[in-house]
């Protein structure tokens, strides 16, 4: 249990041994909003229920009774708040302990479920461009798993991509078009390095031709139908464009150093989907309307939901039953989380309710999120109004490259890459983890990767900015010793209070699958140290006083680079 838990623990036994009877949990006790007001404040609304008396003066009641323990200072009553004070030495003492001894697994908490939860991000479609609006849903699923795992569950990230669909034969409609003589140049040219990034180019083309063409919908949907019975040349194309895409994605996955356990293709479900389909039926689940088959799920107030399109193709359901019943089987699921944008979210509730028709008890949770935008507007893969990845990635290596080399001209052309790539990376992450996942996100490049404000590179500067100022104090080496009880200011204990707070942000960011939770503890602390370091001297300090607050730097440290880690940003030595 860290050391701000123990304590929160220790007022609350204290106040149950008062009162004769359990009636306060750790986790009532929460934060003055000033901290003139103490350090950990009781709310004793609740209690005056309890007791049937007014709160200031249960309040005032408990204050009289209790003991100030170990690490209780003073106690306080402000109006219906008993307000407790932290005793400061001992708490940088045991935060400062801690966090050396648990290094990156500082911040880490444990869970008792021993349940295997599937997060599944990353549903990506092939023939398609991958966008800056891609990103957020990598991002975001990459944290969410990394947290996951740091509040001690059993995360199993997995990718699921959709390379069957109409938008397949739309993008092969007019790939293989007699009208289309660029894209014959194109096909079986083997020097072409960007085959996916074509593909999508491609699809955004034949969403402005099927207007043109009176029988385009009609040769669409043959098209579609040929590719489904698995056999004959336009299975073929599919079969050999998918990889285009599928090659693609697997560059971006490494460029953003993010790994999947497995893999799923809709293509590889669809034959079971139209079994499960036909059982269905068999069973009521589905029905027959109009010609198509259809999930009536209006007694649920959740609609109608078309499972086959009146000419007998597969909408995305059928695959999505299929996968959900072999996921649940083969990896004995307690937990599904699915993270799709919030436009899907009746989607899913639909979904969900035809699996638990269909007997399956597992919890399935769907996790949404907004839009990204660009300043100029929304984005749209069918106009091509966004920035495709290859064109954001080639922006802000360009960019940041050029900076770096302004900064270092003495650095080779591998570390100026390797540098300017981290703080990149860092910007993309950033931006689209930092805010809550429900607001929209527009994303301006320039403002990602700025050195001020809340972004990514504020945060590794800081990192960075500490980096030096331990080399300058040529007070190197892991063990040093060095007595917390030098720590006597006041912005030394608020930053100790800091860092004990971080294993508490990273169990709400996991209760609330939040990563913007980390992003906004950890640009607070920045702050705090670039104050701290601005106001205190660290350097030019005795020499006692200087191990301790270097090593209360050090230590700060850490947690930065603990807490990027759940973002899937890489620290930076020097900027």
């Given amino acids: 249990m860290n050391p701000l838990e123990s304590i929160k623990k220790q007022i609350a036994d204290n106040i149950n041994k008062s009162l004769g009877k359990k009636l306060i949990e750790k986790e009532l006790i929460v934060y003055p909003p000033q901290k003139e007001m103490g350090d950990l404040s009781l709310p004793c609304f609740e209690l005056a229920k309890t007791a049937k008396k007014a709160p200031t003066e249960i309040a005032l009641e408990l204050k009289e009774k209790l003991n100030f323990g170990k690490e209780i200072s003073e106690i306080k009553v402000v109006g219906p708040y008993l307000n407790f004070f932290v005793k400061k030495q001992l708490l940088i003492e045991k935060v400062l302990k801690e966090i050396q001894k648990e290094k990156d697994k500082y911040g880490n908490n444990k869970n008792e479920s021993k349940g295997k939860i599937m997060v599944e991000y990353s549903n990506v479609n092939t023939h398609k461009q991958y966008h800056v609006g891609h990103l957020r849903n990598i991002c975001y699923g990459d944290s969410i798993n990394k947290i996951l795992k740091a509040n ?8 699921y991509i959709n390379d069957f669909g109409i938008h397949v034969a739309k993008t092969l409609w007019w790939l293989y078009h007699k009208d289309n003589a660029h894209a014959k140049k194109t096909i079986n040219n083997s020097t072409l390095k960007n085959k996916g990034y074509f593909l999508g180019e491609t699809y955004v083309k034949s969403s402005q031709k099927i207007k043109e063409y009176k029988n385009s919908k009609d040769e669409i949907s043959k098209l579609m139908k040929s590719i489904e019975t698995g056999q004959g040349e336009n299975y073929k194309k599919w079969e050999k464009t998918r990889m285009w895409s599928i090659n ?31 059982r269905l039926l068999k069973e009521g689940i589905l029905e027959e309307s109009e010609g198509a088959v259809i999930a009536n799920l209006e007694k649920y107030d959740l609609g109608v939901l078309v499972i086959l399109r009146t000419d007998g193709t ?100 591998k570390k100026v890459e390797k540098t300017a790539w981290k703080i990149g990376l860092g910007a993309i992450k950033f931006e689209m983890i930092k805010i809550n996942a429900h607001n929209i996100i527009t994303f301006d490049i320039k403002k990602a990767l700025s050195f001020e404000g809340f972004t990514s590179a504020y945060i590794q500067y800081t990192y960075a900015r500490i980096n030096s100022i331990i080399k300058k104090s040529k007070v190197s080496g892991k063990k040093v010793n060095f007595d917390p009880k030098e720590l006597k200011e006041e912005k030394e204990f608020g930053l100790a209070f800091k860092l004990a707070r971080y294993p508490e942000i990273v169990k709400r960011a996991g209760n609330d699958y939040d ?37 209360l730097l050090r230590n700060s440290q850490s947690v930065i680079e603990n807490g990027l880690s759940l973002m899937g940003i890489e620290v930076i030595e020097e900027m």
Avoid: C
């Fill in 248 to 278: 693609e994605f697997e560059k971006i996955y490494k460029d953003l150093n993010i790994k999947f356990d497995n893999y799923f293709y809709e293509s590889d479900y669809i034959k079971e989907g139209f079994k499960i389909v036909k």
């Fill in 515 to 551: 990563p913007s939770e980390i992003a906004r503890y950890l640009f607070e602390l920045a702050q705090s140290l670039n104050d701290y370091y601005h106001s205190i001297p660290v350097l030019k300090a005795e020499d006692k006083i200087k191990k301790a607050r270097l090593e």
């Fill in 314 to 413: 597969a909408t995305y359901p059928v695959a999505d039953l299929a996968l959900a019943s072999a996921k649940i089987k083969k990896y004995k699921l307690d937990k599904s989380i699915y993270i799709v944008d919030d436009r899907q979210s009746l989607y899913f509730k639909q979904l969900f309710k035809i699996l638990k028709l269909m007997g399956h008890k597992q919890n399935m949770v769907h996790l949404g999120y907004d839009f990204v935008k660009l300043p100029s507007g929304m984005m749209s893969s069918r106009s091509g109004n966004v920035i495709t990845y290859k064109e954001l990635k080639d922006k802000i290596l360009n960019y940041l490259k050029e900076e770096t080399k302004k900064r270092h001209s003495d650095w080779s052309e």
């Fill in 152 to 159: 001690g569950n059993k995360a199993i990230p997995v990718s």
